[in-house]
């Protein structure tokens, strides 16, 4: 077995580095709009100037898509686990994790804040939904990953199906709350669980 590959101290050093400047921005975030937040006010909570912001994001706009795409990936990591758990139940398995996807948002504090404002002003709002195409598409890939290590032998066209319906729907309820995630989520699965049971069922058969 080999031994896993470490970091550079150039590469740690950039983590870190871009680790605690989206930590400020998730910070200032949930304080104000977006709208409000300069970069000078996410270079002084960061603790680094300007310039390196600029240096290691190119645009205040690529610093708050990093954030988004950052936070996204750390709520698919929760998901997988609801679906890994639930995985012999396809409907259970969809129903626990859009509810788990959809508790952390309505915790996290920067969602929050965009849902209390009615999305007013904020230009977070817009990264979550009409100009969401980097978080759906990050958000569809590593959700249809999961659903074919899932269950094995689901094709790929059929697995990024429901991935991309899945994450559009998360994401959109997310953003713009209609009901109660446990009831939402039920919703959900009573649509997509029967594709999902069908395309397993046909596996069987094969």
């Given amino acids: 077995m080999?031994?896993?590959?470490?970091?550079?101290?150039?590469?740690?050093?950039?983590?870190?580095?871009?680790?605690?400047?989206?930590d400020a921005v998730g910070e200032l975030a949930a304080e104000r709009p977006w709208s409000e937040v300069k970069m000078a006010d996410v270079a002084q909570v960061a603790g680094v100037s300007r310039q390196t912001l600029y240096n290691t994001f190119g645009s205040r706009q690529e610093m708050a898509q990093a954030y988004v795409l950052r936070e996204g990936d750390r709520f698919v990591a929760a998901v997988e686990s609801a679906i890994r758990s639930n995985a012999p139940d396809a409907q259970a398995a969809l129903r626990s994790a859009v509810e788990v996807f959809l508790l952390a948002a309505e915790t996290h504090p920067v969602i929050?804040?965009?849902?209390?404002?009615?999305?007013?002003?904020?230009?977070f709002l817009p990264l979550l939904t009409?100009?969401?195409?980097?978080?759906?598409?990050?958000?569809?890939?590593?959700?249809?990953?999961i659903v074919v290590e899932s269950w094995p032998g689901v094709p790929e066209r059929e697995a990024a199906v429901i991935a991309d319906c899945l994450a559009r729907l998360a994401i959109s309820h997310a953003a713009l709350p209609a009901d109660r995630p446990d009831r939402t989520a039920k919703a959900i699965a009573e649509v997509l669980g029967p594709y999902l049971d069908g395309v397993i069922r046909e596996?069987?058969?094969?």
Avoid: I, Y
């Fill in 112 to 123: 929050r804040a965009v849902v209390a404002s009615g999305g007013a002003g904020d230009e």
């Fill in 2 to 22: 080999e031994a896993a590959v470490k970091p550079t101290f150039a590469e740690a050093s950039r983590d870190l580095l871009r680790e605690t400047v989206l």
């Fill in 203 to 206: 596996l069987g058969q094969a």
């Fill in 130 to 145: 009409t100009r969401g195409g980097p978080l759906v598409a990050e958000v569809t890939d590593r959700l249809g990953q």
